[in-house]
């Protein structure tokens, strides 16, 4: 069991990382800051059109269902994986409720229920 300790302890860090960029999205890098811009180029980006933002929806449907489809087979512990982090990324104590954040938890245990109904069903 000693020689397990380092390798959960890496993948803590590594899951840890990977969650706290969630709170900066939009172009941050890995160190948290996003790199090569100034405060004002974020004004400089044109408002999406209409057909980007139908586009957009597209493809995140898209991704959606081929995120399902991934969970369907995936094993519990990925399963069970999923739902921790949306645990993770829920309110933490001392942190202010974000909805955006409170709504991307949420979908995320949403997704793997999908896959659930899924799993259950006979292979055609």
Not at 42 to 62: F, G, H, K, Y
Not at 67 to 89: C, G, T
């Amino acid at each position: 069991m000693p020689d397990r300790l380092p390798n959960a302890v890496s993948t803590e860090k590594m899951r840890h990382r990977a969650l706290s960029r969630w709170d900066n999205e939009g172009g941050a890098t890995l160190g948290g800051h996003e790199e090569g811009m100034s405060s004002g180029a974020q004004s400089e980006v044109p408002p999406l059109t209409n057909v980007e933002l139908v586009q957009l929806r597209v493809r995140v449907i898209a991704l959606e269902n081929l995120v399902i489809s991934l969970l369907v087979h995936s094993p519990d512990r990925q399963l069970d994986l999923v739902r921790e982090m949306a645990s993770y990324i829920s309110p933490r104590p001392g942190f202010t409720p974000h909805h955006l954040t409170l709504r991307a938890a949420a979908e995320m245990i949403h997704l793997v229920e999908r896959a659930a109904h899924f799993r259950d069903l006979p292979p055609s």
